[in-house]
């Protein structure tokens, strides 16, 4: 619908329609009620141009935070679970350690404790294997760790694109609302 200008006496123009013509319209401005010209004479008002307001996108930097940041959060979550801990070779097979026990009187195993194991460690000196599981397993609990903390910090990103998406349209509402 054409929306036409009608000059006040003050000098602000006030918007009328064609569902306004014959009656009458008051001016915000002195508050003065101005007479709406007929149909037929309304056509030689200004007509007003219609205001474009350019639409945002839907698609923001706070989506794009968004996005990005579940992927990175995803792709360290899983990352860290690839280096979780796997289970250590065994160091001595208990079985033979059991048999060497029964086979062992209380007062040999009271004597072998009172001359040799009381002043030194009872676990013997780690295998080869063992070493090279316990460098691998603090390796692995490293990039682990790096990879959880990647996971946070990208989430922490796809929460402030969250809260940057929320604050915008709220911004945009209150400015719809004041037009």
Excluded at 12 to 34: F, H, K, M, N, Q
Aim: hydrophobic letters at 40%.
């Amino acid at each position: 619908m054409k929306t036409y200008l009608l000059p006040c006496g003050c000098g602000r123009e006030l918007a009328v329609t064609p569902a306004d013509a014959g009656g009458e319209s008051s001016c915000p401005g002195c508050g003065r009620t101005v007479p709406v010209p007929k149909l037929r004479d309304l056509g030689k008002l200004r007509e007003a141009v219609p205001v474009v307001t350019k639409r945002s996108s839907r698609w923001s930097a706070g989506h794009t935070a968004i996005l990005v940041g579940l992927l990175l959060a995803a792709t360290s979550g899983l990352l860290s679970l690839v280096f979780r801990t796997q289970t250590p070779p065994p160091t001595a097979d208990v079985h033979d350690i059991e048999r060497q026990m029964q086979a062992t009187s209380y007062v040999n195993a009271y004597g072998n404790w009172a001359t040799e194991l009381r002043h030194r460690p009872i676990a013997p000196p780690l295998t080869p294997e063992e070493l090279a599981y316990r460098n691998a397993e603090a390796v692995n609990a490293t990039w682990r760790r790096r990879f959880t903390y990647a996971a946070a910090a990208a989430l922490a990103l796809a929460l402030t694109g969250l809260l940057a998406v929320v604050l915008r349209r709220a911004a945009e509402g209150r400015a719809g609302a004041a037009r």
